[in-house]
């Protein structure tokens, strides 16, 4: 049993009821493309899963860094605050990592809320890196994991440097349809967990812009909107807005 150095937050039963081999979320996880006879010891690395409430707090800015967390279900934001106003940083679903920094030492770059009650899986870092060397298809895949949260994060700074307010819209539902549909989910049909005012904060946009914005795609027929939950109507329509 590893321990912690930190107090230990809620969490349930007990660590065994967590298995990777039988996660409907593996392909996307960590341990997504480990062959089958590492499945066991790369199973060790969950140290417990935790439950997390809406409006939770999972981790704050500068918090000392010790796990990742991997979400079985639910959904949250990350965020700064800078000069007293909230700047959202992502949004992660089931079967996405939170946490990914922590590997740089120090401390958490962001905080992450759960904008549902969710559940996650505490994988401390030490035990991720020693298991890694021990077992080369998992650093393979933490290496691919790193290098696709770097990509995302230049996707962003992108987003809010060379695209519309239009084009940034039809970006972030974009992106949200596939994720959606990795996961076995409608990629047309979605409920979104975030508020006008956050998806504005992310996309560097008034939320009176958003608003706007959902409206027009509405009566473009691009989209069927009841407040918060979205049907995409004409997804190609939105891929040629995102072209320009």
């Excluded at 120090?106 to 060397?133: F, N, Q, T």
């Excluded at 959606?180 to 005012?197: D, V």
Aim: hydrophobic fraction near 40%; glycine fraction near 10%.
């Amino acid at each position: 049993m590893v321990v912690l150095r930190q107090p230990a937050p809620p969490v349930s039963t007990g660590r065994r009821e967590v298995s990777c081999a039988s996660c409907n979320l593996r392909e996307s996880c960590l341990s997504g493309g480990v062959p089958a006879e590492d499945l066991e010891r790369v199973a060790d690395i969950v140290y417990t899963r935790r439950r997390v409430k809406r409006g939770e707090i999972l981790f704050r800015t500068g918090d000392e860094s010790r796990c990742l967390y991997a979400i079985r279900s639910g959904f949250f934001k990350t965020s700064l605050i800078d000069d007293g106003r909230e700047q959202v940083t992502g949004f992660f679903m089931a079967g996405e990592l939170l946490g990914m920094e922590g590997f740089g030492g120090g401390g958490y770059k962001d905080s992450a809320v759960a904008l549902e009650d969710s559940d996650v899986c505490m994988m401390p870092y030490a035990l991720i890196e020693k298991i890694a060397r021990e077992v080369p298809s998992l650093q393979w895949r933490l290496h691919a994991m790193l290098a696709r949260e770097i990509v995302r994060g230049h996707g962003v700074m992108l987003l809010l440097g060379s695209m519309s307010a239009e084009q940034r819209l039809a970006a972030f539902l974009l992106n949200l349809s596939r994720r959606y549909l990795r996961r076995g989910y409608s990629g047309s049909r979605f409920l979104l967990r975030m508020t006008r005012e956050e998806i504005g904060s992310y996309l560097g946009l008034k939320i009176e812009t958003v608003s706007r914005l959902f409206s027009a795609f509405h009566q473009d027929g691009l989209l069927d909107v009841q407040y918060r939950q979205v049907s995409i109507v004409d997804i190609q329509g939105l891929e040629r807005l995102l072209a320009g």
